[in-house]
């Protein structure tokens, strides 16, 4: 399996389809849409020395809601394509890599689609 950034717009179009079902799962949660909302609100527009105290608050806020029982195994499929690796090979990397893995994903799978939501939601 390819990471998200080494596909071609063949198999891009098919990852993507692979991440609707988990993604709709978070957005469908108004908790977790509340909170991504809040958060990529919050981070628009900070100066960089901000960043690692919103990034350290947005995670604390996320963490719970992602990786909890409700929703880890959306997390888990989200890494998993994003990494092109297997659920259950993300699922077996130390603790080190998972959260190397799950900021990778979050910032190029979700990041950028809360954020246009929110901006999105400015200009209405």
């Known amino acids: 399996m390819k990471k998200l950034t080494e596909m071609n717009g063949w198999e891009l179009m098919g990852a993507l389809v692979e991440l609707s079902e988990p993604v709709n799962n978070l ?3 108004d908790e977790v849409w509340e909170c991504f909302r809040e958060c990529t609100k919050r981070g628009v527009g900070l100066k960089r020395e901000d960043g690692f105290r919103f990034i350290l608050k947005a995670y604390s806020e996320l963490f719970p809601l992602l ?3 409700k929703h880890k195994m959306d997390t888990l499929k989200i890494i998993s394509i994003a990494e092109g690796k297997s659920v259950t090979e993300a699922m077996n990397q130390n603790g080190a890599e998972l959260l190397a893995s799950f900021e990778k994903a979050y ?4 990041e ?4 246009k939501s929110a901006r999105m939601e400015r200009t209405e």
Do not use: A, M, Y
């Open 112 to 115: 950028p689609f809360f954020i």
């Open 67 to 69: 990786c909890g029982e």
């Open 27 to 29: 957005v469908n949660d």
């Open 107 to 110: 910032k190029e799978c979700l």
